[in-house]
T-cell receptor, first 114, second 110 residues
Framework: NAGVTQTPKFQVLKTGQSMTLQCAQD?????MYWYRQDPGMGLRLIYY???????DKGEVPNGYNVSRLNKREFSLRLESAAPSQTSVYFC?????????????FGEGSRLTVL | GNSVTQMEGPVTLSEEAFLTINCTYT??????LFWYVQYPGEGLQLLLK?????DKGSNKGFEATYRKETTSFHLEKGSVQVSDSAVYFC?????????FGTGTRLLVSP
């Protein structure tokens, strides 16, 4: 019973490097989300995809890009990492009805940018 | 847009104490309200929710009532356990997304 799977779980980057966080869900959900979690800031939405083929910006999209590869997968890319992007990243998904239904979260990806 | 304000932590309690974590919201209309919980090293998981005014959500001994007159959704538990130690997030549904509060860490000692 995998649910939402994120990879990698941990990553250390140098400033300016690029990387992609992968997320896959096996619940046939339409909507997928990327959040970042920072101390004292709670969870802030980076990007979301309400359905396959669509993506929209959240609160803090600068420095990120996303791809909804298919219904199962939603990736988050950092083109040129900055220390301000050091954070824990969570992918989540929800079924029909969007966030008024339950959000299911992955276990998180801890990213450190030096 | 919709927003949530919840009390800062940490909240430190002894086992079997009564718990209240305050949450107030700002929203257009009457959106669904949620409490999510994050145990150490894990992602968030839904604890309870309420979809309309005066609804009470409940789960695992936790309760919260949707109060439109005070725009509040306070989380309560009558007797906390050490295993309840976690971070609790209040959230409000917006257009196609959830907006979370900053989280309240609960520490329960034996």
């Amino acid at each position: 019973n995998a649910g939402v799977t994120q990879t990698p779980k941990f990553q250390v980057l140098k400033t300016g490097q690029s990387m992609t966080l992968q997320c896959a869900q096996d619940m046939n959900h339409n909507s997928m989300y990327w959040y970042r979690q920072d101390p004292g800031m709670g969870l802030r939405l980076i990007y979301y995809s309400a359905s396959e083929g669509t993506t929209d910006k959240g609160e803090v999209p600068n420095g990120y890009n996303v791809s909804r590869l298919n219904k199962r997968e939603f990736s988050l890319r950092l083109e040129s990492a900055a220390p301000s992007q050091t954070s824990v990243y969570f992918c989540a998904s929800s079924g029909s009805g969007g966030p008024s239904r339950e959000l299911f979260f992955g276990e998180g990806s801890r990213l450190t940018v030096l | 847009g919709n927003s949530v304000t919840q009390m800062e932590g940490p909240v430190t309690l002894s086992e079997e104490a009564f718990l209240t974590i305050n949450c107030t919201y700002t929203a257009t209309g009457y959106p669904s309200l949620f409490w999510y919980v994050q145990y150490p090293g894990e992602g968030l998981q839904l604890l309870l929710k309420a979809t309309k005014a005066d609804d009470k959500g409940s789960n695992k001994g936790f309760e919260a009532t949707y109060r439109k007159e005070t725009t509040s959704f306070h989380l309560e538990k009558g007797s906390v356990q050490v295993s309840d130690s976690a971070v609790y997030f209040c959230a409000v549904a917006g257009f196609q997304k959830l907006v979370f509060g900053t989280g309240t860490r609960l520490l329960v000692s034996p």
